[in-house]
């Protein structure tokens, strides 16, 4: 009796065809993936490719899919299959947030579309159709270009792992991405911001925010030990997440991965201080019932805030400073709009923004710098007149 061969075990030979009076020489590599449940037969796979190497890493990569159990013939697998197979295996080193971004997208709007189709069937037409859809229905160009990112990603890896022979997406055009004209506070509006919030709820974080840029998520998970009264500086080291998928709250990493240290002016530490001062209170009026969170900004009870909370309250101010177009993050904006023009160089709004590079934050705030160039040529011009007695 013939013995059966183990899942996982392969074998590696060179071949040679002859085409057209040519011969042609390369190396095969066979491998077991599993047993026909109907005849008992075992069901084999082949690689080949032009060097025995070659052969070898993609018959060992398949190997150990199978002896893990997650091998799937890439000749039946869908499109959904391998993005179930992909956010489960292969995105251990993702944040948790982001892996829950990732499924959201591909559940509304890829599996819908292209979820049924045989992944070795994909080509770049019906990708190319399923973007220019998302376009019809009125998703921006940003949202399409990040769920090309996330599906371009989640292909690669299908290459790689020898499910497919090249990427489909590659060879997609998206529409370009128009940035979004930015709409901080100007100094009028900062004044009436700061008017509108005196004796809110909310004065202290709104104020903070304007005056330090920190993210919303930063803003709400900043904690007690990371504020340094005697040395002045905040340390920004995790921030507040709600997830899409569960609605649940938690603190995660930074946006980047890296703290950073925030020097705010005086009177902002001060006014940290005064609000230390009337958490105090909150908490000797809650009693047991108070929740150590060791959270600068809380309910009554000590317990985390709640984004739509804050940001139904900050919409509410907006609206009645004649700027309903104001978002949360544009208090971020009008920080470092303030910054840059008070003098600060690039760099130190770099740091202060968290911004990866100081060319991302020129990227964002360069226009500023060119008006600033502007003015200051118009000041030298005032200033050789005034000396030549032009």
């Known amino acids: 009796m013939a013995k059966k061969a183990a899942s996982g075990a392969g074998t590696i030979r060179k071949k040679t065809v002859t085409r057209n009076g040519l011969k042609y020489e390369y190396w095969e590599a066979r491998i077991c993936t599993g047993t026909d449940p109907g005849t008992g037969k075992p069901i084999r796979r082949s690689f080949t490719g032009k060097t025995q190497k070659e052969v070898r890493e993609k018959m060992q990569a ?3 899919e199978v002896n893990t159990g997650i091998y799937t013939d890439p000749s039946r697998i869908t499109v959904g299959e391998w ?3 992909w956010t489960a295996e292969y995105l251990g080193g993702v944040k948790e947030h982001t892996v829950s971004a990732y499924k959201g997208q591909i559940r509304h709007h890829i599996k819908p579309a292209l979820g049924a189709v045989k992944l070795e069937a994909l080509t770049a037409p019906m990708i190319q159709g399923f973007y220019n859809s998302l376009t019809e229905k009125g998703l921006s160009p940003k949202t399409v270009k990040n769920i090309h990112g996330i599906f371009h990603e989640a292909l690669q890896k299908a290459v790689k792992v020898h499910y497919i022979r090249f990427n489909p997406s590659d060879a997609c055009e998206l529409l370009r991405v128009v940035k979004k004209e930015l709409k901080p506070l100007d100094e009028d509006e900062n004044r009436l911001f700061l008017e509108a919030i ?4 909310f004065e202290t974080l709104f104020t903070v925010t304007l005056f330090t840029g920190m993210r919303e998520g930063e803003i709400m998970g900043l904690t007690w030990d990371s504020v340094n009264f005697t040395k002045g500086v905040i340390l920004i080291r995790q921030q507040l997440h709600k997830s899409k998928e569960t609605g649940e709250y938690s603190f995660t990493t930074l946006k980047n991965d890296k703290h950073r240290t925030i020097t705010p ?3 902002v530490m001060q006014l940290l ?3 230390r001062a009337e958490q105090s209170k909150q908490h000797l009026k809650a009693g ?3 929740e150590n969170s060791n959270l600068v900004f809380t309910d009554e009870m000590g ?3 709640a984004f739509p909370t804050v940001y139904g309250s900050f919409k509410r101010v907006a609206k009645s400073i004649g700027r309903p177009d104001l978002r949360f993050h544009d208090l971020r904006h009008s920080y470092a709009v303030a910054a840059i023009r008070s003098g600060d160089d690039i760099k ?3 740091g202060n923004l968290g911004h990866a590079t100081a060319a991302f934050t020129l990227d964002v705030y360069g226009h500023l710098t060119d008006q600033m160039k502007q003015a200051s040529a118009e000041r030298m011009e005032y200033y050789i007149k005034d000396v030549l007695n032009l």
């Open 303 to 305: 317990h985390h805030l």
């Open 273 to 275: 201080k005064q609000h």
């Open 83 to 85: 993005l179930d197979i």
């Open 62 to 64: 398949a190997a150990v």
């Open 198 to 201: 005196k004796g809110h709820r």
């Open 348 to 350: 130190t709004v770099q």
């Open 265 to 267: 002016a005086p009177w």
């Open 288 to 290: 047991a019932a108070w």
